[in-house]
């Protein structure tokens, strides 16, 4: 079974500066789907970034980018530039594409704290 | 375009009761994904629902159960409930959540979720 595992259970950073969030999975598969979903205090959980396991390049959105290792199953998220509105739970989630039926397996989460 | 829709956004209930909890999806989305949330075992994959059928059920027992409308708005119930189930209840939907449709269209945008209390 396709596990994620973040084992930074809490981070925190000062604002402008730059955080490197950890994520591992284990799957046997060749091709999925990686995800990072930020959950502020409001609860809404929002998609920060994707990135697909065939394309080797790193995925980067804006201030957000990852760092995608496949062979050491590893996709960590990069925040540069940290802003106060960065403070929320960051998960990152794997989703294999060979399964109908969309089922994200999300990692236990890393609540990030951004202080000014 | 309006976001995932879920309501109610909390609820409070007493053990043995049942609820039912409702999810519209972003417009043109046909796929509509439901996971549970609590502080103990985070945040697992309850069901996904297609045109009207549920194509993937996470492991959760038999009080649990959804459906989708031909419209793609989903329903959730929970059954004789218990004080486990208090639980965040979020809603995802997506364009086709199925394998070799791409990444864009398995990506999942979600509610605001509904906050259960069993009491």
């Known amino acids: 079974a396709q596990t994620v595992t973040q084992s930074q259970p809490e981070m925190s950073v000062q604002e402008a500066e730059t955080v490197t969030l950890s994520c591992t999975y284990d799957?046997?598969?060749?091709?999925?789907?990686l995800f990072w979903y930020k959950q502020p205090p409001s609860r809404q959980m929002i998609l920060v970034i994707r990135?697909?396991?065939?394309?080797?390049q790193n995925a980067t959105e804006n201030r957000f980018s990852v760092n995608f290792q496949k062979a050491a199953k590893s996709f960590s998220l990069k925040i540069s530039d940290s802003q106060l509105g960065d403070t929320a739970m960051y998960f990152c989630?794997?989703?294999?594409?060979?399964?109908?039926?969309?089922?994200?397996?999300f990692g236990q989460g890393t609540e990030l704290s951004v202080k000014p | 375009k309006a976001g995932v829709t879920q309501t109610p956004r909390y609820l409070i209930k007493t053990r043995g009761q049942q609820v039912t909890l409702s999810c519209s999806p972003i417009?043109?989305?046909?796929?509509v994904s439901w996971y549970q949330q609590t502080p103990g075992q985070g945040l697992q994959f309850l069901f996904e629902?297609?045109?009207?059928?549920?194509?993937n059920k996470g492991n959760f027992p038999g009080r649990f159960s959804g459906r989708q409308f031909s419209n793609s708005r989903s329903e959730m119930n929970v059954s004789t409930l218990e004080l486990g189930d208090s639980a965040l209840y979020l809603c995802?939907?997506?364009?086709?959540?199925?394998?070799?449709?791409?990444?864009?269209?398995?990506?999942?945008?979600f509610g605001a979720g509904t906050r259960l209390s069993v009491l």
């Open positions: 417009s043109g989305h046909r796929s």
């Open positions: 990135q697909e396991a065939y394309k080797q």
């Open positions: 629902y297609f045109s009207e059928t549920q194509r």
């Open positions: 995802a939907s997506s364009s086709d959540a199925n394998p070799g449709q791409g990444l864009a269209k398995n990506i999942q945008y």
């Open positions: 989630a794997f989703m294999s594409p060979y399964n109908q039926g969309g089922k994200l397996i």
């Open positions: 799957t046997s598969e060749n091709n999925y789907y």
